[in-house]
Every structure is written in C-alpha cells, then in structure tokens.
C-alpha cells in the first residue's frame, strides 16, 4: 500500500522553527517529484514548495521564499520542510504529496498534479 506519512508539527511561538518530514512506504521516493501544501482554516489548499525527482529544482511560493527550505533524503526515503522565522499565518495543516514528472528536474506546486497524498500535520503558531 502506498502511503506519506507527514510528521513534526506542532505548536511553536513566532519566530521559532520546524522541520517537517514526509516518509514514503509501499513506494520509493526516488521516482517522484514532492510538494509540500497547507491548509489554513478557512481557507483553501495552497503549495507551499515543491522539489524535483533529481533534487536539483525546488520552488517556493511567494510567502514563503526566504523562510522554507525542501530537501529530500533518498536514502530515507523522506523529504522535509524546514521552516523557520515562523509567523501566526503560517498556521494550517501541511501536506506532501508525490507526483511521476515528466522530466527529473522540474517541479511544480499544481496541486491537480498529484498522485499520492498524506494526511497532514497540524502546525500552528502562536504565542
């Protein structure tokens, strides 16, 4: 059974960090490009970022550049999210999901475009 299993959430202050963690089984991660979502409440799901098969492209949304960083760990089969200067509206429920690209080194944040989602992990931030 394939399944992505997000983990490393929590309830953390403003300005503080996380590391998020996707890990893939019943599938290696190797032939799939990763996106990471969020949810807000109330809101609708957004991408977030995204890394390529290769590893060599990621892209970020705009509202986030500079404060999150995707990196992938074949070996563990795990791709993370490390997020830090953490603002209240960075508060929602993230997502990874893995897609088949047509090409290693191109990612993208279509959330439509993806074949294999987790269930999410719950941050939140706050003082």
């Known amino acids: 059974q394939l399944q992505l299993v997000e983990s490393g959430g929590g309830l953390v202050q403003p300005g503080g960090s996380l590391r998020l963690s996707c890990a893939a089984s019943g599938f290696t991660l190797d032939y799939y490009s990763i996106g990471w979502f969020r949810q807000a409440p109330g809101k609708e799901r957004e991408g977030v970022s995204c890394?390529?098969?290769?590893?060599?492209?990621?892209d970020y949304a705009d509202s986030v550049k500079g404060r999150y960083t995707i990196s992938r760990d074949n070996a563990k089969n795990t791709v993370y999210l490390q997020i830090d200067s953490l603002k209240p509206e960075d508060t929602a429920i993230y997502y990874c999901a893995a897609r088949t690209p047509l090409f290693q080194n191109v990612c993208i944040m279509a959330e439509g475009r993806y074949d294999y989602w987790g269930q999410g992990t719950q941050v939140t931030v706050s003082s």
């Open positions: 890394i390529s098969r290769s590893g060599v492209s990621t």
